[in-house]
């Protein structure tokens, strides 16, 4: 747990508290509004081979229009335009176009991309896991409250929810509103310029029902506080939040990246896990908590020996 200077209930207490996920339920108050990212991961990796007999990959990430797909290829050469990843009898997958990023444009051949998804796909499991997923992630590496699938990427926060922590927070009077932000591979993607400003973050699709854009207003009258369960949930909720900290609803699309001196006019207190180096995921944190603070939770982090990345431990910051 990571307490920040400017926290209201700061007090004496150390910045820096071990504790155990289920003590969550101990940290939110009565009446303040816990938000979720509901999203599904697809089974969205595909693997073929090339007309050679060569192993191919394709990742989705999303749909386009005219039954085309944005996708990534490995290695990249499988899908130069025109040229096919066979996933079985009568089914391929083809490249349309290259983008200036690296992605691709492709369509499905022969097959419906829902189709290759239910025969040919796999979990997508995080490029640092070195193996192919299992039975056991086909539940890990989802949330117990997933509902409609469109993500490349778990919402990594929600990881730690069971069905038995969700329904004490309930008992608890903590209230519970879910959004949907479909995360993409751009997640993993390194800051690899000197200027972190000038990172080109992946376009992710989000949707804010009136009913959290409403219950969200009614919590803020109330003297409530505004949850965060992951970095996605915050990119949507900024996103979406107008000057005076009220949410539009709707559906959108969120290129935002978040750095140290970014106001936060919808969130106040954060779930996380522990993020790669270089990371936007990191910033953002470094942002919400101070870069000191970050700092010293991560070296923290280190000698107690957590578990860092998709599967690891997490961090709450009041």
Not at 104 to 118: K, N, P, T
Not at 193 to 212: C, G, T
Request: charged residues 20%; contains cysteine.
């Amino acid at each position: 747990m990571v307490r920040r200077p400017d926290s209201s209930a700061a007090g004496e207490t150390p910045p820096l508290l071990d504790a155990q996920f289920f003590d969550l339920a101990r940290l939110i108050a009565p009446g303040d509004l816990l938000v979720i990212n509901t999203t599904r991961v697809r089974h969205a990796r595909l693997v073929g081979t090339r007309p050679s007999g060569a192993p191919a990959e394709v990742l989705l990430i999303q749909p386009e229009a005219q039954g085309a797909w944005l996708a990534l290829g490995k290695p990249g050469s499988a899908l130069r335009p025109g040229k096919r990843v066979i996933l079985g009898p009568g089914a391929s997958v083809e490249a349309v176009k290259i983008l200036g990023d690296g992605s691709r444009l492709i369509r499905f051949v022969g097959i419906s991309a829902e189709a290759a998804m239910s025969q040919y796909g796999q979990l997508p499991l995080p490029p640092y896991i070195q193996r192919a997923p299992n039975e056991l992630d086909e539940t890990r590496y989802q949330t117990v409250y997933a509902q409609v699938e469109g993500s490349s990427a778990a919402p990594t926060a929600g990881l730690h929810f069971t069905p038995a922590l969700l329904g004490t927070l309930a008992s608890a009077g903590v209230l519970l509103e879910g959004l949907d932000l479909q995360v993409g591979t751009g997640t993993f993607k390194p800051v690899e310029v000197d200027d972190p400003a000038q990172h080109e973050m992946h376009p992710e699709r989000y949707e804010i029902s009136s009913q959290l854009a409403q219950r969200l207003s009614d919590v803020r009258a109330g003297g409530g506080r505004v949850w965060a369960v992951g970095t996605t949930v915050v990119r949507a909720l900024e996103s979406a939040a107008r000057p005076d900290g009220s949410l539009q609803s709707g559906t959108g699309e969120t290129r935002l990246m978040i750095l140290p001196g970014y106001r936060f006019r919808v969130v106040d207190h954060l779930i996380t896990n522990f993020h790669l180096p270089r990371s936007t995921l990191f910033m953002l944190v470094c942002a919400f908590a101070g870069r000191e603070l970050a700092l010293a939770a991560y070296r923290h982090a280190v000698a107690a020996r957590y578990r860092f990345y998709s599967y690891g431990d997490a961090m709450v910051i009041i």
